[in-house]
T-cell receptor, first 112, second 113 residues
Framework: KAGVTQTPRYLIKTRGQQVTLSCSPI?????VSWYQQTPGQGLQFLFE???????NKGNFPGRFSGRQFSNSRSEMNVSTLELGDSALYLC???????????FGQGTRLTVV | AQSVSQHNHHVILSEAASLELGCNYS??????LFWYVQYPGQHLQLLLK??????LVKGIKGFEAEFIKSKFSFNLRKPSVQWSDTAEYFC???????????FGGGTRLMVKP
């Protein structure tokens, strides 16, 4: 069965712009989590959605937001981009609470 | 807040050498523990996981890990590494309150042929 799909794979944006990233979870998975991966900070949790509700949120500013649709697909949005937002953004889907998280290939965002 | 420490940032081994990567976490309650691997250019993949039961868990590709509750540790081991094990390894903890993983800083393993 298809894995977690993230689009686009690569993005280049200018400071001050906003960006929307998309994640399609594995079929049947209702939990979607987002992570930011950078060389300096490593992998950091952004937020998690389950059945269209945000269940957990990491320690990121309000410029980072997300949502989940009724088909479990999720989007995350970053507004007023800063150079420090350059990172690999990973999406993971899980079948149940505390279950194995399956990761997508990520979206590499570069802010110039 | 929980935290995860991986003590070895870079490890270089020759093929057939034994591997042990350390992982300690700071959460005192019930946790789920994971080791993920990221091969060059690929996505994160689960190596093994511990939820409960036997503290010695076996994963894919000959990896195993031992959960020692008294030491808050979940070290990864492999008796004999191969060149194809060259990758970055991440330990992660979930406090079972949702799918919210806290990752360690990662260990880059290079295996020399």
């Amino acid at each position: 069965k298809a894995g977690v799909t993230q689009t686009p794979r690569y993005l280049i944006k200018t400071r001050g712009q906003q960006v929307t990233l998309s994640c399609s979870p594995i079929s049947g998975h209702r939990s979607v989590s987002w992570y930011q991966q950078t060389p300096g900070q490593g992998l950091q949790f952004l937020f998690e959605y389950f059945s269209e509700t945000q269940r957990n949120k990491g320690n990121f500013p309000g410029r980072f937001s997300g949502r989940q649709f009724s088909n479990s697909r999720s989007e995350m949005n970053v507004s007023t981009l800063e150079l420090g937002d350059s990172a690999l953004y990973l999406c993971a889907s899980s079948l149940a609470v505390g279950g194995e998280a399956f990761f997508g290939q990520g979206t590499r965002l570069t802010v110039v | 807040a929980q935290s995860v420490s991986q003590h070895n940032h870079h490890v270089i081994l020759s093929e057939a050498a034994s591997l042990e990567l350390g992982c300690n976490y700071s959460y005192g309650g019930t946790v789920n523990l994971f080791w993920y691997v990221q091969y060059p250019g690929q996505h994160l993949q689960l190596l093994l996981k511990y939820f409960s039961g036997d503290p010695l868990v076996k994963g894919i590709k000959g990896f195993e890990a031992e959960f020692i509750k008294s030491k808050f540790s979940f070290n990864l081991r492999k008796p004999s590494v191969q060149w194809s094990d060259t990758a970055e390894y991440f330990c992660a903890v979930d406090n079972n309150a949702g799918n919210m993983l806290t990752f360690g800083g990662g260990t880059r393993l290079m295996v020399k042929p």
